[in-house]
Structures are given as C-alpha cells and as structure tokens.
C-alpha cells in the first residue's frame, strides 16, 4: 500500500551541528519527493523537493539525498539553528490511475535547536 | 498573490451540527487538495481537483464528509453533522503542473482549526 515511514520522531541537536531526517517509501513508482516545514500554528511549507532522476539537491544549507534503489531519501541541515526548530515532514508521490499521483506524507519530525 | 486562503480560521461548534470550510487557491493553480492534521494520525490526504472535477475522493472518512468545486477560485469541505472526533486542523493546498505530469510544490493555506464540542 501507500506508506512514508519517517525517522525520528524527534530529534534535538546543539546549534551549529548537522541535523538528519529519513523516510522511506513503499512504491517504486514514486518520482516526487518535497520536504516541508511546519512552525507551531503555522501551515506546512515547502523547504525543498527533488525528483527521480535526480540523486541530490542542495540549498543553502539544506540539502536532500534520494536513492530510488532502496527506496529512501533524506533531509540534511547542516550548521543548524534555532530558527530551524519545527516539525518536518517529507512526502512521496503515488501514481494514480489517468496519469495523476497524490502526495504522501510522512508523521513529521519534530526538530528543537538548542543555543 | 495572497496564497491560498482558507476561512474561517478557527471553528468551534457542537456535535450534530453542519460545518462548511472554504478555501480559495492560487489564481492559475488548477489542482487543489484538502487535508486534515491531528496530532494522532498526522497529514491525511481526503480528497483533490483537478480543474474542478474529483480526482481522488479515497480518503474521505465517511459520508457524513463532502467537498465540492464548482469553480477554479473555490471551494468547500463540508461535515454534516459534526461529531467531535472531527476535531482538527483542516488545510487547502494548490499547486499546478511544472512538466508532463510533474506537479510542483504544494502552497498550503494557513488552515482552520475545527473542535466539535
């Protein structure tokens, strides 16, 4: 079935180190991989994608990495800070039938930046 | 370009009653989602358009859960009648297609947050 497992649920880190988020997803046909950023009370927004034929994206100091063979991909902060605190999440893209695909989401993994 | 805007922003109504949500894309955006957030079962995918006609209704928990989109600028998610485990945040979400069958990053709007007392 359609299934994004994400990995950890929380993680906390020391300002100035490299924070790592994973998921995984259940179909090889997935192409479409966002992360997104939630504050406290505020809406998801979108960090960062990367699509199949691509195996890394960088920006900044946010970069994801996919490996379409075994199915994962990862969110990678590097020189964190504290205004990097939140909630993130990564989706993946199922393909549905006349060529459209909706998005998954993973649980979400709830960053805190410590000064 | 305001985003996508969803109203209201904050519900609180009682078990039994109807609710309307609504939301309105982002002008040219021809795909638009509805989602619900709890803290239990996270981002829940309920329904999507495109160009105004369902694509993808699967996730709409029950019958007592409608949406429609009667034009590109709006639409609306409907509970009828509301019971209190409905209680969440609901998000709209557009987007459009950036390549053959390539959609782009979704825009969230900032939600409406529903308790059912």
């Known amino acids: 079935g359609e299934n994004v497992e994400q990995h950890p649920s929380t993680l906390s880190v020391q300002e100035g180190d490299s924070a790592v988020i994973k998921c995984t997803y259940s179909?090889?046909?997935?192409?479409?991989f966002p992360w997104y950023k939630q504050e406290l009370g505020k809406r998801p927004q979108l960090i960062i994608d990367?699509?199949?034929?691509?195996g890394e994206k960088k920006d900044q100091r946010i970069a994801v990495t996919l490996n379409k063979t075994a199915k994962h991909f990862s969110l990678h902060i590097t020189e964190t800070q504290p205004e990097d605190s939140a909630v993130y999440f990564c989706?993946?893209?199922?393909?549905?039938?006349?060529?459209?695909?909706?998005?998954?989401f993973g649980a979400g993994t709830r960053l805190a930046v410590h000064p | 370009d305001a985003g996508v805007i969803q109203s209201p922003r904050h519900e609180v109504t009682e078990m039994g009653q109807e609710v309307t949500l609504r939301c309105k894309p982002i002008?040219?955006?021809?795909?638009l989602f509805w989602y619900r957030q709890t803290m239990m079962r996270g981002l829940e995918l309920l329904i999507y358009f495109n160009n105004n006609v369902p694509i993808d209704d699967s996730g709409m928990p029950e019958d007592r859960f409608s949406a429609k989109m009667p034009n590109a600028s709006f639409s609306t998610l409907k509970i009828q009648p509301s019971e209190p485990r409905d209680s969440a945040v609901y998000f709209c979400?557009?987007?459009?297609?950036?390549?053959?069958?390539?959609?782009?990053?979704?825009?969230f709007g900032s939600g409406t947050r529903l308790t059912v007392v």
């Open positions: 179909d090889s046909a997935s192409n479409y």
């Open positions: 989706a993946a893209s199922f393909p549905l039938s006349g060529g459209y695909n909706k998005l998954i």
């Open positions: 990367i699509r199949s034929n691509v």
């Open positions: 979400a557009s987007t459009t297609e950036v390549g053959v069958s390539a959609l782009g990053g979704y825009t």
């Open positions: 002008s040219g955006h021809d795909y």
